[in-house]
């Protein structure tokens, strides 16, 4: 992994984290951290205007900044 990752999470929650961190992100800011395995890392994936990105992703290897 890099020191720098995309803030972009692929997932199949209908969309609730990315209402969810949207409403939040309005009221204050906040970190928001995506855990996931070092062996799901990818270069890119879809995402469209709605998403939300993440400020940091964590996995067994580390925890890494993203932007």
Not at 27 to 37: L, R, S
Request: net charge negative; charged share 20%; proline share 3%.
């Amino acid at each position: 992994s890099s020191d720098v990752c995309s803030s972009d999470l692929l997932g199949y929650g209908g969309g609730f984290y990315d209402r969810t961190l949207g409403m939040l992100r309005k009221k204050k800011t906040i970190v928001a951290i995506g855990v996931a395995y070092a062996a799901q890392e990818v270069a890119s994936v879809p995402h469209g205007t709605h998403d939300q990105p993440v400020d940091f992703v964590m996995t067994e290897k580390g925890c890494f900044a993203c932007g």
